[in-house]
């Protein structure tokens, strides 16, 4: 007798499957992709999920976090102070490709479960 395994998706593909899903609910709201995965060089960097443009103009960094449920604080709660940290890092790396950088902010798109939160200014640089 054979037992049916299923695969389960891997870290990865489930990071990627919740990239998707909230790129889908921003390009939905009018925002652009700009980047995808944007990763500072060398080691001890950052990286920032999705880069963005909304319709003002503004410069969006995205962090996607993913839960199966609210849990310990759920997905939102997950983007640590060092987490923040390296996000700021990366897009302080990527805002020095600009002369004069555009207006900019820091979202969170928390997924728990079925619910989507999208958190405008979830953080700041200051």
Known sequence: ???????RPSTRER?????DTALARLEGAG????????RTPGRGGG?????????????????VRARAGAGHGG???S???????????????????F???PPCRFDVVAIDGER???????FDAG
């Open 15 to 19: 990071g990627e499957s919740a990239e």
């Open 79 to 97: 983007v640590s102070a060092v987490k923040q940290r390296r996000i700021i890092f990366a897009a302080y790396h990527y805002l020095r490709r």
């Open 75 to 77: 997905a939102a709660a």
């Open 99 to 101: 002369r004069a950088p």
């Open 31 to 38: 925002l652009r992709l700009l980047e995808r995965n944007y």
């Open 47 to 63: 990286e920032i999920d999705l880069v963005m443009r909304d319709t003002g103009g503004t410069l969006v960094f995205v962090e």
């Open 1 to 7: 007798m054979a037992l049916w395994t299923q695969k």
């Open 116 to 122: 989507i939160q999208w958190l405008q200014g979830a």
